[in-house]
């Protein structure tokens, strides 16, 4: 434990923790919260009294008809805003064009081709985007779909994925959105879960300028179930589809088939209706689908988009979220939380390299983007690229810096930090889950001083510990689960059709508490420090140790690019480690850098961390969200065949060459 402690301190050290910006805040048009003690009295207060809390933030909704009770909380099962009816897609659009802010930018789009070098861009306005989303909603009820049917959504990055998204909000239909990167089979998997009768797709989606054929994967995934009855195709790169009268409809043609005026209002839903149903993977082979309710979804992810964010509509603010509406990130904080708060919303619908490796911060410089969130995987393949990108634009208009999805390491933050944030933005490193719905733990711009790698504090009204099983703190700086002791409004409401899935998961491990899958440790001053999932927690020599700490050090020597730690089975140790690594071209494979790495590994964390095989591979294998597959690699390291889910594998010849590679 004193060699984990002693890289701690060092970690720690006082030259390693940046103060907060509050000019950041200010040419933001103000911080939310503007001081280190009000968020520790508002936070004490909003964890003492949550109801009163959270009904003072409800206010900011627009409601049909009022709440009557708060929160009703019988473990597992939460409950808020209970008789309260509103509309998602009413306080996200309709609101703000009611007020006077029609002609507003809601959504900002930029595809990826750039024919002659230009791009392709859209702006639209709350009012366009309003007309849209009544056109789509009227006509999916056209096609039969009401209140409570659910809706799937496997389409690229356009504004048309919103649109269809706030009109199943509308209407009242979960919808269920599949990242256009998943495989057909997912689709089928997924539909038929769900019980959906309707998929709405594109005829393609540009990535890396190449299409991919979104339609004809529905058609497979439609000649293998009998559910999908419905499909709607939006146009979007001339791609060529096969059509089968009766079933599938151009977006084109239902949106024009009205004369006039559509009518479609905006359906009262129960506070506790489902918004949607997302897919995500736990630790069996088989996705579950999270469900997320109306009221407490909005009132969290409006409060956390314009606490962490500094979101304010009338201050100039450009907001570009870089993560694919596919996933949690996309859904809380591209539509719903950040349109609820009446700023623009900017997508981009391709890859970070086309057609060069500056294309995001051409992207900044374009749009002049106030506020920049990305993932820390995608922060490295930007260092790997080299800083000649970057610098090649203005990015002075950025004035916050998010991180999401996986801890940081910090080499990844202080290149963040210096490179992309001209060491002036703060960089808010939010920790939460698709289950959460919203930020979890994270900083305050402007107010929280972060240490790079921690996510730092819980949000307002988040009562987040690390503990034992049984629910005990446990002391700073050692390792425990990641728990969180009360309910809060966006937690999840179930995993659809599997009660018993969603108790076993999230309910079972700690005693009385929501379960988040993690390990987490806390430092002196009650910074979170996320370990990882608690599988990837290695238990070596009876040492406990996290494999991303492990990778962090093994990234910090200058000839790695990536490392993936997994635990293997060791005759004498129990657990030994296992470190795949790529190499930066200075990088000179072989066992005279084996033993350098793990010299240098002993030098940042401690002897007991020193990989037991290091294994060198040109790329890690990885999900199509970018995160390295580590079930995949622990079957390697063991030297067994993978038996889980690899359908949300980025490139099976990364896994190829790894075999390959057998030392
Ligand atoms: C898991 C949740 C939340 C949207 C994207 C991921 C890891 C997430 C952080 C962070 C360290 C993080 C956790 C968590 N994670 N954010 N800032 N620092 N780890 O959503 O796919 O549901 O994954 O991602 O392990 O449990 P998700």
């Known amino acids: 434990m004193s060699d984990q402690q002693s890289s701690f301190d060092s970690v720690l050290s006082e030259d390693r923790v940046f103060p907060p910006s509050p000019d950041a805040g200010a040419s933001l048009g103000g911080a939310w919260i503007d001081s280190m003690e009000s968020y520790r009295d508002l936070h004490a207060k909003s964890v003492a009294d949550p109801e009163g809390f959270w009904a003072a933030a409800a206010e900011d909704l627009d409601w049909f008809s009022h709440w009557d009770t708060v929160l009703e909380w019988n473990l597992p099962d939460a409950r808020w805003f209970i008789g309260g009816t509103l509309n998602a897609c009413w306080n996200c659009v309709d609101r703000h064009v009611e007020s006077g802010h029609g002609d507003e ?10 024919p002659g070098g230009e791009p392709d861009v859209r702006h639209l306005t709350y009012a366009e985007v309003q007309d849209k989303v009544i056109r789509f909603a009227a006509a999916l009820k056209g096609l039969g779909i009401g209140k409570g049917d659910i809706v799937t959504i496997y389409m690229g990055m356009v504004p048309e994925l919103a649109i269809a998204c706030l009109a199943c909000a509308r209407i009242g239909a979960p919808h269920s959105v599949i990242f256009g990167g998943f495989s057909s089979q997912a689709i089928v998997d997924r539909v038929e879960d769900a ?27 439609a000649r293998n179930t009998d559910r999908i009855e419905h499909v709607v195709v939006l146009k979007r790169c001339e791609n060529e589809v096969q059509w089968i009268d009766g079933r599938d409809a151009w977006w084109h043609d239902l949106m024009e088939s009205g004369d006039g005026p559509v009518e479609c209002p905006c359906e009262p839903m129960d506070s506790e209706d489902m ?17 997320h309710t109306t009221g407490g979804y909005m009132v969290y992810t409006m409060l956390t988009s314009r606490y962490t964010f500094n979101l304010r509509p009338d201050c100039d603010q ?17 539509i719903y939380g950040v349109m609820a708060n009446r700023v623009p919303t900017l997508m981009y619908e391709g890859a970070p390299n086309h057609p060069e490796p500056d294309r995001f911060w051409s992207i900044v410089e374009r749009h002049k983007v106030t506020q920049f969130y990305t993932a820390p995987t995608a922060i490295r393949a930007f260092m790997k690229w080299g800083d000649e990108h970057p610098a090649k634009h203005d990015l002075s208009s950025l004035k916050l810096l998010g991180t999401v999805g996986e801890p940081i390491n910090p080499e990844a933050w202080m290149w963040y930090h210096r490179v992309i944030g001209s060491q002036r933005c703060p960089i808010v490193d939010t920790w939460w889950q698709t289950e959460t719905g919203g930020h979890m733990i994270t900083p305050l711009p402007a107010v929280t001083p972060t240490v790079p790698g921690s996510c730092t504090l819980p949000f307002l009204g988040i009562d987040a510990i690390v503990c034992d099983e049984r629910g005990n703190e446990v002391p700073p700086n050692s390792g425990g689960l990641l728990a969180i002791r009360t309910p809060w409004p966006s937690m999840l409401r179930g995993v659809y059709g599997d009660r018993q899935r969603f108790i076993d998961t999230y309910f079972s491990t700690v005693d009385g508490m929501y379960f988040a899958g993690d390990s987490a440790r806390r430092d002196d001053r009650g910074y ?13 020599s009876g040492h406990r140790l996290g494999t991303m700490e492990v990778e962090s050090a093994l990234v910090s020597h200058s000839s790695v690019v990536e490392a993936a730690v997994v635990g293997m089975p060791h005759e004498i140790k129990g657990t030994g480690i296992a470190a795949f690594v790529t190499l930066d071209p200075s990088g000179e494979p072989g066992d005279e850098l084996k033993v350098a790495l793990r010299e240098h590994v002993a030098k940042e964390i401690g002897a007991i961390a020193k990989p037991d095989m290091i294994r060198f591979t040109d790329a890690l294998p990885k999900t199509r969200s970018g995160k390295i597959m580590r079930r995949l690699l622990r079957d390697i390291a063991a030297g067994a065949e993978s038996t889980g889910d690899v359908t949300t594998l980025e490139d099976f010849s990364v896994l190829a060459k790894l075999r390959d590679d057998e030392e």
Request: aromatic share 12%; charged share 20%.
């Open 528 to 540: 979170f420090w996320i370990m990882g999932r608690v599988d990837d927690v290695i238990n070596v």
């Open 275 to 291: 918004l949607f149903l997302l897919y995500t993977s736990g630790s069996t082979g088989k996705p579950k689908g999270i469900m």
């Open 105 to 114: 930018v809601a959504i900002v789009w930029e595809g990826e081709p750039m």
């Open 318 to 334: 450009m907001y570009w979220c870089t993560a694919d509406v596919g996933w949690i990130t996309g859904h809380s904080y591209i």
């Open 195 to 221: 019980d959906s009768r309707i998929v709405i797709t594109c005829d393609g989606a540009w990535r890396r300028g190449l299409i991919v054929p979104l339609k004809d994967n529905v058609d497979e995934a």
